[in-house]
C-alpha cells in the first residue's frame, strides 16, 4: 500500500495486486448525511443522484456509455457519515475512469429539470423503503438512539426536506464539502502508485483547498419508536452505546456482537429461532462512527410471539456480557478473521479496505495488522467491552407492536 498527500490536500492511496488485469478506484467525501442542515436533510444522497445527470462535456447517457463501453461499471453510495464514487475497469482504462469521477464532482450540470425528475426517482426510493419494514425500522432506531440530530436522520430526507433541495443547493453542497482535504482517492488491483498519482494532480487541481466542517458531535439517547400497530409482522430492534471507530475496544466490542448474534451458531440463532422458533429472522450487529456507535439487535417474529422474543433477546445479552467462552471467541475471531480476508479477494474489496482503514485509522494499516490484533483480544475485554454497552440506555424501533422493556 501507498499514499501521498496532493498539495492540495487530497490523499491519493493505492494498493497493487500481483495476477489480476483490473483496478478499481473510488473517490470518498467526508460528505454524508450526519453533515446535512435540518432543512436540506437527504441533500447528500440526492447530489450522488445528480452527478450522474451529466458532467463535463458528457450528458448521463454519455457517461454511462463511456464506462460500460470499455465493460467497466460506474457506481455510488451514501450513508451518514461519507458518499462514495467508484468505478471498476480494466486497468488500461484506469485515467478514463478517474476523469468521470472527476468531473462529477468538479462539473457537475444540475439542470433545473433534470433535479425535478431525480427528485421523483428519490421519492419512490423512499416510498420502497417505507415498504420494506425490515429497512425502515432501521431509521426509525436510529431517529430513537439519536433524536433531533444530524446521525438520527435518515440518509434519504423526507418529502419536505427533498422538496425544499434546489439548484443553488447542490451547488453550496458541492462547494462547502467536497474539499480537497476531506477526500481521498484510492485505486487497487493493476495500478501504478505515480500513474495514480499524476492522474490525480492533474484531474483534480480544481479541488478547493480544505477540510469540511466536522459533524455535530453525537449523543446517545434511550427514546423509543413504535410505528404501523396494524402490520402484519412484528420487528424489533434495539440498540446500546457502542465504541467509536477508532477507540481501543472497538474490535471487543464487534467480537461480543458476533458471539451474541452473527451467524447460525449465535446465541441469538440458536435460542430466539432453533430452540424456540420465535423468530425467523435474528441478529447483531455493531455500527462504528468517527465518535460513536452502535451494539444493534434485529429480530422479525409474529406480533403474538414479539413480547416472548424482546425478553429472550434480553436476556441471551445480558447473559453474553458475562458468559461468554473461550470456544465461542476463538469461533468470533475465526469469522471475523475471514470476513476480512475474503473481503480483500477482489480490486473493489481491496480499494474499500484501504479507504476503510485510512478514514479510521488515519494511515495505512496492513491487514496482517488487523488480524494480529484480532488474535490478541483476551475473553475478559470482550466480556468487559459488552458489559460496558449494556450498562448504557437502551433505544428501540419497533413495528407492528409496542414492547416495553423487560425488567
Known sequence: MQLTTLSNGLRVASRTMPGIETVAVGLHAEAGARHEPARL??????????????????????????IEDVGGDLNAATDREGTSFSATLLAEHLPLGIEVIADMILAPHFKADDLAREKEVVLQELGEARDTPSDIIFDDLWMAAFPDQPLGRSVLGDEASIAAIGVDDLHGWRSERYRAGSLTLVAAGKVDHEVLVAIAEERFAALPKGRIVAAEAARFEATRRASRPRADQAHLAFAYPAP???????????????????????????????????????????????????LYLYAATARRAAPAAAALIEEIVAETAGGATPRELERAKAQAKAGLLMSLESSWGQASYVARVLAVHGR??????????????????????????????????TIGVSIARAA
Open 41 to 66: 436533510n437527504g441533500i447528500a444522497h440526492l447530489y450522488e443522484h445528480m452527478v450522474f445527470k451529466g458532467a463535463g462535456a458528457r450528458s448521463a447517457r454519455e457517461i454511462s456509455e463511456a
Open 364 to 397: 495505512l494499516v496492513p491487514p496482517a495488522e488487523l488480524v494480529a490484533q484480532i488474535d490478541a483480544i483476551a475473553l475478559d475485554e470482550v466480556r468487559a467491552a459488552g458489559a460496558a454497552m449494556l450498562a448504557g440506555a437502551q433505544a428501540r424501533a
Open 244 to 294: 467509536a471507530a477508532g477507540a481501543a475496544d472497538a474490535q471487543a466490542a464487534r467480537l461480543f456482537s458476533d458471539i451474541v448474534g452473527a451467524g447460525a451458531s449465535s446465541r441469538l440463532f440458536q435460542a430466539v429461532r432453533e430452540d424456540r422458533g420465535l423468530a425467523y429472522s435474528v441478529w447483531s450487529s455493531v455500527q462504528t462512527y468517527r465518535d460513536t456507535g452502535l
